[in-house]
């Protein structure tokens, strides 16, 4: 009762995920993104750690399908998870083991790469993927909550949607966007709206950070 996709900007180097599903806080459970390392996804009888543990492989050197191999052989009952990791040269993998539950499906494509369980449609993936390729001008935020709305737009899960997540990782050790939707009606698209609020202020909120004297009174 899940979909998301992970996806990278060739331009700027940027790596994020986006989630959405009928439960509350998925933001908080599913989509994981290192600065110059890769995003993650853990889904479906979702076990959190794996996210973190696919990042630290990634960190350690070893490939997508070998960080993936890990989060497969790191965790109890993996024929319950369902997993997908993207590296900073935008190379994926996937992985939906027996026991993830139908309409299940999995989609890589250029950039990006993309799951989903518990769904009227195995075209979602498919469709996140298009939506994702065909906006690659546009920052990468937009063009993953564009992915996730040609996802709800294929179908989406059979319960109404909830929550919502987006992250995205970018030069430091800290999120340059982490934006979480929960308990609403139309997730989705309160996500693309903060977005929209909170673009014009994420450079300043890293410049604050890392740059304080060069904001001061801003």
């Not at 996210?51 to 960190?59: E, K, T, W, Y």
């Amino acid at each position: 009762m899940t979909f998301s996709i992970a996806g990278r900007c060739a331009r700027t180097g940027m790596l994020g995920a986006a989630v959405t599903t009928s439960s509350i806080a998925v933001g908080s459970r599913c989509a994981f993104a290192a600065a110059s390392i890769g995003a993650a996804l853990t889904q479906h009888t979702t076990d959190p750690r794996l996210g973190p543990l696919m990042l630290d492989q990634l960190r350690r050197g070893y490939t997508v399908q070998e960080a993936i191999g890990a989060a497969v052989g790191g965790t109890p009952r993996p024929d319950w998870r369902q997993l997908a990791v993207i590296d900073r040269e935008g190379r994926t993998a996937s992985y939906s083991g027996a026991s993830v539950k139908p309409e299940r499906a999995e989609a890589h494509g250029r950039d990006c790469v993309a799951l989903a369980n518990i769904v009227r449609s195995t075209d979602i993936p498919a469709a996140m993927v298009k939506a994702f390729e065909a906006t690659a001008e546009a920052p990468l935020a937009a063009r993953l909550i564009a992915a996730l709305e040609a996802g709800e737009a294929a179908g989406s899960e059979f319960k109404p949607l909830m929550s919502a997540g987006l992250m995205i990782a970018y030069r430091e050790v800290f999120p340059y966007v982490d934006l979480r939707v929960d308990s609403d009606a139309e997730p989705i698209r309160t996500l693309r709206r903060l977005w929209g609020e909170y673009e014009p202020m994420a450079d300043l909120f890293v410049a604050r950070a890392v740059h304080p004297d060069s904001v001061i009174g801003s």
